[in-house]
């Protein structure tokens, strides 16, 4: 029987894989800060074919970045040109990044980018499938410097597929099981793993490619991750300590980011050190921004303790970001990263004031014309509607509709299984707060849904309030200006009809109506 001993002999996982090539540097490496000026931004291009010109009015491509970010995915959207031809804007020069893309019901894949990727689907073929297709197939091309390399990671998601997920729920499975007694998993974890490099290295085998270290880095990413998940609150023995410690991601992708994610999220919920003092919110945080950051300084070298302050400054209110940032800049001595993180505050202060904008409307601009009538009525206090356009437009409408009233948005997918999880509080919250000032706003979005099956669900939940169906294209727009990480995502508008970033994560955290009503002063 293979047993746990693998865990410390990584030299024996890795030996089946093609050596990396030299001078490959890693974004948490200290040398990677000379070449980062010096750098690229990688260029994503493609065309859709075999497309009329009204479709290719009507279809739109939604494309998600992972980035190095405390909010790890950026959601974003294009239009096809009129000759089908499209190009996905990336904000920086990072090695290996990793693009989710969709497009409708017709194609859905992840990219890597390094260089440049040319990207060309033939829509003919993709519409004639009888379902949407993944990641590879016929009628997808994967073109330029990283065509090969896109070629190979998606031919290997699909290798065994049944097989891989069913690994994939076992780890999780077996993780969420064991967080009292993190030891106790490790020798199941690493069968678990053992099972999944040899589904691996069945796959180099039959495809041996120089590429193949690649899949070796995100699975480690992965292991050491998904390790550190289990550890939460507790204290890792030593030796596998010093082993994630030294493990470096070259890819920004998700399970390169989710590593150092949940990497900087262990060191921050080790038994110990000073507890928070009593104060206001933005206090703790600050206290806890600051705390985090002697832990990571005195846990890894410079350039890698940096590279995870990226992640340190969750808060989304302008204020809080803004005193978070000094902490963590101050704190920090790689200039790329300090460029970055003055860059990501400038963005997000300038996304409050043009929400804030919108919000308060033009003067003189046409008198608020709602979203319609509704599609239902229901007799549990719902009203659905439909409605697409341009996110400002949006809520300059929303604000309008409801004056004097503070506004709760729930962004959410039938889908999404923490969705639907804080739905019952919603209700609760609603029922308890009818006299006061507050509207609840729930925009579902179109994303993996139809009219028919959103109404079935509304309709399941008996969940009452203002009930929006919004296309993809809202969506995303909506999703990139309130820095909405996934679903569900949540945003107040108080009464006075300003947005208060940050104040809800998560709908349970408000515990009751005097909670409530204190937040939408």
């Not at 093609?18 to 540097?25: D, E, F, G, R």
């Not at 009593?278 to 890894?300: P, V």
Request: net charge neutral; proline share 7%.
């Amino acid at each position: 029987m293979r047993t746990s001993c693998l865990l410390f002999a990584t030299c024996i996982w890795v030996s089946a894989q093609s050596q990396m090539p030299a001078n490959t540097l890693a974004p948490e490496d200290a040398s990677f800060n000379a070449l980062y000026p010096n750098l690229s931004i990688p260029s994503v291009t493609g065309r859709l074919l075999n497309l009329s010109a009204d479709e290719l009015k009507t279809l739109t491509i939604t494309y998600t970045l992972v980035t190095p970010f405390a909010a790890f995915q950026d959601r974003r959207i294009v239009s096809p040109q009129p000759d089908g031809s499209f190009k996905l804007v990336l904000d920086y020069p990072l090695p290996y990044q990793q693009i989710w893309l969709e497009l409708g019901d017709y194609f859905y894949a992840g990219l890597c980018v390094n260089t440049n990727l040319y990207l060309e689907l033939d829509m003919k073929k993709l519409k004639a499938a009888k379902e949407q297709v993944y990641f590879n197939g016929d009628g997808v091309r994967y073109l330029g410097a990283d065509g090969p390399l896109n070629t190979y990671m998606n031919d290997y998601v699909l290798y065994k597929q049944p097989e891989q997920n069913q690994l994939t729920g076992k780890i999780m499975a077996l993780i969420n099981s064991s967080f009292a007694a993190p030891d106790s998993m490790l020798p199941r974890f690493n069968l678990l793993f053992d099972s999944v490099k040899m589904i691996e290295d069945s796959y180099i085998a039959l495809h041996p490619s120089p590429l193949s270290w690649i899949l070796q880095n995100e699975r480690m990413s992965d292991y050491y991750g998904r390790l550190c998940i289990g550890y939460w609150g507790k204290i890792m023995p030593a030796s596998l300590w010093e082993k994630v410690k030294q493990h470096k991601s070259y890819l920004v992708s998700n399970s390169g980011a989710l590593f150092y994610r949940y990497l900087t999220t262990y060191v921050s919920h080790l038994p110990g050190g000073p507890r928070p003092p009593m104060g206001t919110q933005a206090t703790a945080l600050m206290q806890t921004i600051d705390k985090n950051i002697q832990r990571i300084d005195s846990a890894f070298p410079p350039a890698k303790a940096d590279f995870l302050k990226l992640r340190l400054n969750i808060s989304l209110d302008a204020d809080e970001q803004k005193t978070g940032m000094e902490h963590v800049l101050g704190s920090m001595h790689t200039p790329w990263c300090v460029a970055v993180e003055k860059e990501q505050y400038q963005l997000a202060v300038a996304k409050v004031v043009e929400i804030n904008k919108a919000l308060v409307g033009q003067p003189g601009g046409p008198p608020p014309t709602g979203f319609g009538d509704p599609l239902i009525q229901t007799s549990f206090g719902a009203s659905l509607y439909k409605t697409s356009g341009k996110a400002m437009d949006f809520l300059a409408t929303l604000k309008q509709s409801f004056p004097g009233k503070a506004i709760i948005i729930d962004r959410w997918a039938i889908w999404c299984g923490p969705c639907l999880g804080e739905m019952p509080h919603s209700k609760e919250l609603q029922e308890a707060s009818k006299d006061l000032p507050v509207v609840f706003v729930y925009l579902c979005t179109m994303n993996g849904t139809t009219e028919a099956k959103w109404k079935s669900k509304v309709a399941e939940l008996k969940q009452p309030g203002v009930h929006i169906l919004i296309d993809e294209t809202l969506d995303a727009e909506l999703s990139h200006y309130f820095s909405f990480a996934g679903y569900p995502g949540y945003a107040l508008i108080d009464k006075a009809g300003n947005y208060k970033p940050g104040a809800i994560t998560w709908l349970s955290e408000i515990k009751n109506r005097d909670a409530l009503a204190t937040m939408i002063k």
